[in-house]
């Protein structure tokens, strides 16, 4: 039985809305978490594997030292506490894709609990929603290890359901998994989904910073399920949840939250109950559907893995990592913002952007922020956005803008001429100085030729300095841009100007 959505603005003045979100993030490390099982992603199928991912009898698993040095630096940037002793327990369950039908997870002793995350909330882009601080609590943080993959061939929709045959690839079987858990996010009400798309963006800038995962969330290194209920008033108590799977944009966390709304809403005006489960997402339609009736911890009868010992990290280890922390990012932002003197547009875009980082780095090797900004959110990220690529992995450095900018600021290179002179380094063509000498690009320098140029434009054009002469200055305009063309680009706009000035007044 479907009932009719009720819209999200009625569905929010109705009830209250409380979420927890479950962030699962794919470790950066060499190997898998229990075995020495290579990790690249994209390889063939089925080549990333070994007796102990593969659950094969006799094969004994080992921590991997770098996955729980990581676990403990998440923890410590979430202002978690670390237990002092932790250890794994076994989830046991069945499906095609977990080759020993249980995973290896922390139940009752995680690495790390109790921490939280302030998130900056932004304002809605109309401006009637004003930006906010909402601080999550962090309940844990645990290790454990991923499962495989199934594909579904044949069918319409790509799930078991109408497919002809599945296959199963284990290589991400035993990749390095931290799931971070918040507790019920209360007090949210009509800005749930921006709470939730603002907590994953934070987190994931979070984890970047920490270099702990390439949080590609359209890989899968990152995904998140949320969690949704809707209860009568703030006072009431929780309502029954569901668990919506793999979210894994940040666009999609948003919906996501707004379609669930919705959803409970119409199932409890209707006088149903809410069934808890988890529901799978549907990115191309915006929309979820039922997947399986959500199991409660005691189903999956946890007990302690007796093949791994238990952790008991040192605290002077803890320290030194605690003391290794990189500075949060929204502290990062913040001092930036204020040393570059950006307007919040300015800066907004430039982060929106992803261009951050290499603006940071830009202006390390002698740039202005004015300057790296203008490069790096004006003609690069054009080039990043029509390669359908990332700012950095273009094929050009910030000690390229910076030596760029510089010559501009000496008057060596014109805006045009540097243009043309990064489309050669992003050509290949090789580093600044060299695309601008095989080019021929700097700035004629020969006042003659410059004199010769305006006088000619000059003669040619009476009537404009006619204009100019009468208080038309900008009039001058159409005069410059023939001596440029005379000058094929290569001199200096100001200094041109300078000239026309001198001889027409």
């Known amino acids: 039985m ?65 996955a729980l040095e990581s676990a403990i630096r998440i923890g410590l940037a979430l202002n978690c506490s670390i237990a002092e002793r932790c250890r794994f327990a076994r989830k046991n369950y069945f499906y095609p894709d977990m080759p020993k039908n249980f995973q290896t997870s922390q139940y009752d002793e995680p690495i790390a609990y109790e921490g939280y995350l302030d998130v900056d909330v932004p304002a809605s882009e109309d401006g009637s929603k004003p930006a906010f601080t909402y601080r999550v609590l962090i309940e844990r943080a645990h290790m454990e290890e991923d499962t495989g993959k199934s594909l579904h061939v044949g069918g319409s929709t790509g799930r078991i359901h109408g497919a002809e045959f599945s296959l199963v690839d284990y290589n991400r079987a035993g990749i390095p998994l931290i799931e971070i858990v918040t507790k019920p996010l209360e007090g949210t009400g009509d800005r749930a989904p921006d709470v939730a798309r603002a907590y994953v963006a934070a987190l994931r800038d979070l984890l970047r910073a920490l270099d702990v995962s390439d949080v590609k969330m359209e890989q899968g290194s990152l995904r998140c399920d949320v969690n949704l209920s809707l209860r009568p008033s703030p006072e009431a108590k929780l309502g029954t949840r569901s668990e919506t799977k793999n979210v894994n944009s940040l666009r999609s966390v948003e919906r996501a939250v707004r379609y669930e709304v919705s959803r409970h809403a119409a199932v409890l005006r209707a006088g149903r109950k809410v069934v808890q489960e ?58 930036l913002h204020a040393e570059w003197g950006f307007s919040d547009l300015e800066f907004r875009d430039l982060v929106n952007a992803g261009a951050l980082d290499v603006v940071e780095a830009t202006v390390a090797a002698g740039a202005s922020p004015a300057a790296a900004r203008k490069w790096w959110s004006g003609e690069l990220a054009r080039r990043a956005n029509a390669d359908g690529v990332e700012l950095s992995a273009l094929r050009v450095t910030p000690a390229d803008v910076a030596e760029l900018a510089q010559l501009v600021d000496d008057g060596k290179l014109t805006d045009r001429l540097a243009r043309e002179a990064l489309e050669g380094v992003l050509a290949g063509e090789g580093d600044v100085a060299t695309v601008v000498q095989a080019r021929g690009l700097v700035v004629v320098q020969d006042d003659g030729a410059l004199n010769a140029a305006v006088d000619k434009v000059i003669a040619a054009n009476p009537d404009v300095v006619e204009k100019i002469r009468g208080g038309k200055a900008q009039a001058a305009g159409a005069l410059i841009g023939q001596v440029m063309k005379e000058m094929q680009g290569k001199a200096d706009a100001a200094r041109i100007r300078e000239l026309i000035t001198e001889r027409v007044s």
Do not use: C
Not at 7 to 17: I, Q
């Open 278 to 335: 988890t529901r799978h997402w549907h990115e191309d339609t915006g929309l979820t559907t039922s997947g399986r009736e959500k199991s409660d911890a005691e189903d999956y009868r946890y007990f302690p893995e007796p093949d791994l010992v238990p952790i008991v990290p040192d605290r002077a280890w803890v320290e030194e990592l605690r003391a290794s922390l990189p500075e949060p990012p929204a502290q990062r932002r913040r001092r």
């Open 2 to 66: 479907t009932v009719e959505l009720v819209e999200y603005d009625e569905a929010v003045a109705e009830f209250d809305p409380v979420l927890g979100l479950e962030v699962h993030v794919e470790l950066n490390t060499q190997t898998k978490m229990f075995s020495g099982a290579p990790t690249e992603f994209g390889a063939e199928p089925n080549t990333q594997v070994d007796p102990t991912s593969l659950g094969l009898p006799g094969a004994m698993p080992v921590l991997n030292a770098k």
